[in-house]
């Protein structure tokens, strides 16, 4: 009961410091202290996920990213604060081995959130309260307090400096009233009827452990099945090889059959990629000349996701021949060999869309989406290195997902911690007589670009010249008067924020920005 105790005062009191630090403010300072709080919350309920080194490492990458809101103070750091804390918060409720299925538990404690907190409620109460004793002590101080009453209002009435000194009192407590009324108004209940759901999901632990125990009774290794010709006529692959090749896939020698099945493909899909990749040595590796009439957009986008969608087809294609036992098929060394080639041709190929890639942001800058493509080139080529380990270790679906889920966390982590809007601005703007400047693209980029925007006002005038106008906010605005706008809305924002909302960001571009624009309310 002691336990049900202290999860039902860390829930209600997590909330009340939710409502408080998180009302009408923005993320800075306040996510440290909550942070705080939930961390602590879960070493006192859950202590031996100290003893858990995931968790540290989980742990140390979840601090990371909840710095970066206060010294970026970006979305994709909010992002990855929010992931990680989800993350190590069901490391360290319950046993996991891979951030796929934790990620199940987690969601399933904000499923079950609300009959978990009465479970909780029904658990730490305590003996019934009686209120008989307290109607007897109301009942007889009633009297007594109607005749205060009378006497007050007459002596109000006869003295006027009491009923000054009242009148004062009356205000006091009226204008107590109203800051208190006003603290909880329906807005400001439903927030915290928030505060009760992120804090509920967060400390209360799910009684269920279904996805806790298909964890772990997932395999790394991939073990031989000795399976009957009978089952074996009854999966779904059998049946896809009999509409295929027909009896080919039935008998003793179904699994001959597709191994030669998978050799003759991995053969014609090796010469097929070795041709394409022939090609892109010659015309982005060695021969690649830059022209204004190109569509750079199509040359790299349209071709560079289709290669990657190649590229996934093929490691899925790997999955399917090494799902089972043609991993223990003894004369499957060329088929290996013809696999470890394939893998290796389709990273030169994912190499040549990072080259395109390169290419664009040489001649027209950087954009999310050339960088984004980056990153998950990054995550393709981890793909293809579990997939050769895979092959080559014989481990299961289950170890290439978890490990590949490791390493997305990783990449997140390491992307919050650098301000992109503020990279891209930056490069862009410094190579703003090579490369063409999009001023409608460069004046969408946060709050943190202004004041080196501030510094190449140059742009923006050209902009003005050609008369172009831009939609912002319900307007249309010229280059000039948008920017002017926007850094006077900033301020103005500013003005309304505590100190909970304080971050590296926003005080530097407040920093900046300050000096020369009068703070003044818009209209």
Known sequence: MKAERSKLILVITGAVIFNIIFWNEKPGVN???FDVFICASAFYLYPYSLKSSTCRWLLAGHLITAAMVVIQNTMLSEIGFGITM?????FSQYIHRSAWYAGGSVLLNYVLVIPNFFRELSNARGKTISLSGWSRSARILLIPLFILMVFFIIYAFANTVFSSIAADVAAAIESWLTHVFDWFSFERFGFFLLGIFVVGGLVLRSRSTYFSDADMKKQNSLLRKKNSLKIWKESSFSDLLSIITGKAAAGIMALK?????GMISLVLLNILLLFINIIDLKYVWLGFTFSKDANMAIYVHEGAWLLILSIILAMLLLLLF?????????KNN??????????????FLVCSVIMRDYYYIFHYGLAYRRIGLLFFLAMV?????????????????????????????????LATSVHWDETIARYNLARKTSIPTDVHFLLSLSDKTLPLIEKNKDVLQK????RERYYYEGSFYNAITLFEYRKKDFLNRQ?????????????????ELSAGVHISSLK
């Open 86 to 90: 989800l993350l190590f918060i069901s």
């Open 334 to 347: 060329r088929l290996r060999y013809g696999a470890y080639l394939w893998i290796f041709q389709n990273v």
């Open 495 to 511: 003005m309304n924020y505590t100190w909970l909302s304080w971050n590296v960001t926003d005080a530097y571009v407040k920093k």
């Open 257 to 261: 059959n597709e191994f030669i099945m």
């Open 31 to 33: 996510i440290i202290l």
């Open 322 to 330: 090494f799902r089972g036992n043609l991993n223990f098929y003894k």
């Open 381 to 413: 080529l981890a793909g293809l290195l579990t997939v050769f380990l895979k092959i080559c270790y014989v481990k299961t679906t289950y170890y290439l997902l978890r490990i590949n889920a490791w390493v997305g966390i990783l990449l997140l982590v």
């Open 463 to 466: 902009d003005v010249a050609t």
